[in-house]
């Protein structure tokens, strides 16, 4: 049973930073990707940025710049820096990890505040 944990949000001002944690339970390398989404309320879940295993990124325009992705193999954990937060970035942070299945954590709030 795999299971991923978020931790590391809160509330912020605007500009400020956060950086959001995963842990996996158990190694991270059978994942072929890592990634973190996001869902605003009354919106879609939307991806944010991805990580493959072979440390290939991609990020969302809207974030592109701003947060990075990163993956520290020994710890079993993928991270999100978030810079020059906004508050359209308030949302609920999910990781996900891809491998024959997929796997969701349960979420962590990330509020933004003017």
């Known amino acids: 049973q795999v299971q991923l944990v978020e931790s590391g949000g809160g509330l912020v001002q605007a500009g400020g930073s956060l950086r959001l944690s995963c842990a996996a339970s158990?190694?991270?390398?059978?994942?072929?990707?890592m990634a973190w989404h996001r869902q605003a309320p009354g919106k879609q879940r939307e991806l944010v940025a991805i990580?493959?295993?072979?440390?290939?990124?991609h990020y969302a325009d809207s974030v592109k710049g701003r947060f990075t992705i990163s993956r520290d193999n020994a710890k079993n954990t993928v991270y999100l820096q978030m810079n020059s937060l906004k508050p359209e970035d308030t949302a609920v942070y999910y990781c996900?990890?891809?491998?024959?299945?997929?796997?969701w954590g349960q979420g962590t709030q990330v509020t933004v505040s003017s």
């Open positions: 990580i493959a295993s072979g440390g290939i990124t």
């Open positions: 158990g190694s991270i390398f059978r994942f072929n990707a």
């Open positions: 996900y990890a891809s491998s024959s299945s997929n796997y």
